[in-house]
T-cell receptor, first 114, second 113 residues
Framework: NAGVTQTPKFRILKIGQSMTLQCAQD?????MYWYRQDPGMGLKLIYY???????DKGEVPNGYNVSRSTTEDFPLRLELAAPSQTSVYFCASSLTGGSNQPQHFGDGTRLSIL | EDQVTQSPEALRLQEGESSSLNCSYTVSGLRGLFWYRQDPGKGPEFLFTLYSAGEEKEKERLKATLTKKESFLHITAPKPEDSATYLCAAIPRGSSNTGKLIFGQGTTLQVKP
């Protein structure tokens, strides 16, 4: 079982470039999440989805977009990269949003904007 | 405002030296308190979920406890392989259907042989 797979693992972008961070899960989970992790700041929720076709903003959505066309995939789009978006990005999934269902995380994408 | 705060930020222990990590929370109607372990270059790995004050859960050298204001992760006789960052996260009442977690900043534990 692969769990949650994120690609790429590392990426360097120039200011103003665009890119898509990929996330796929093979556990048939309905709920998926995107977080960013900055040093000393913990994980902050960017966007989440409760099922295919349904997405909503988290705590820090500005500068990002998402889509959820299938249960398995939840890509995160950066349209105009800015230095403030340098971070480690984690995708997670869970069967439901209930507190009895822990989120399973991928190993992250480390993104630098120069 | 819902908030989760962890202390200390970093902790160095000698192998075998027991200690505790703290997670204080101010959350409206706690629905669950999670502990995760994160190794360098990896994503968080689930350890425990606690639901109500007085609850305890154990796994090998780790024991998590919960009160109405904080949670502790007790590490008994740690080994170097316990070195990692430990994260706690809470689900408040308002997020009980979405699973939106509020994370603390984490405690980075280093256990020296």
């Amino acid at each position: 079982n692969a769990g949650v797979t994120q690609t790429p693992k590392f990426r360097i972008l120039k200011i103003g470039q665009s890119m898509t961070l990929q996330c796929a899960q093979d556990m048939n989970h309905n709920y998926m999440y995107w977080y960013r992790q900055d040093p000393g700041m913990g994980l902050k929720l960017i966007y989440y989805s409760v099922g295919a076709g349904i997405t909503d903003k988290g705590e820090v959505p500005n500068g990002y977009n998402v889509s959820r066309s299938t249960t398995e995939d939840f890509p995160l789009r950066l349209e105009l990269a800015a230095p403030s978006q340098t971070s480690v990005y984690f995708c997670a999934s869970s069967l439901t949003g209930g507190s009895n269902q822990p989120q399973h995380f991928g190993d992250g994408t480390r993104l630098s904007i120069l | 405002e819902d908030q989760v705060t962890q202390s200390p930020e970093a902790l160095r222990l000698q192998e075998g030296e027991s200690s505790s990590l703290n997670c204080s929370y101010t959350v409206s109607g706690l629905r669950g308190l999670f502990w995760y372990r994160q190794d360098p270059g990896k994503g968080p790995e689930f350890l425990f979920t606690l639901y109500s004050a007085g609850e305890e859960k154990e796994k090998e050298r780790l024991k998590a406890t919960l009160t109405k204001k904080e949670s502790f992760l007790h590490i008994t006789a740690p080994k170097p392989e316990d070195s990692a960052t430990y994260l706690c996260a809470a689900i408040p009442r308002g997020s009980s259907n979405t699973g939106k977690l509020i994370f603390g900043q984490g405690t980075t534990l280093q256990v020296k042989p």
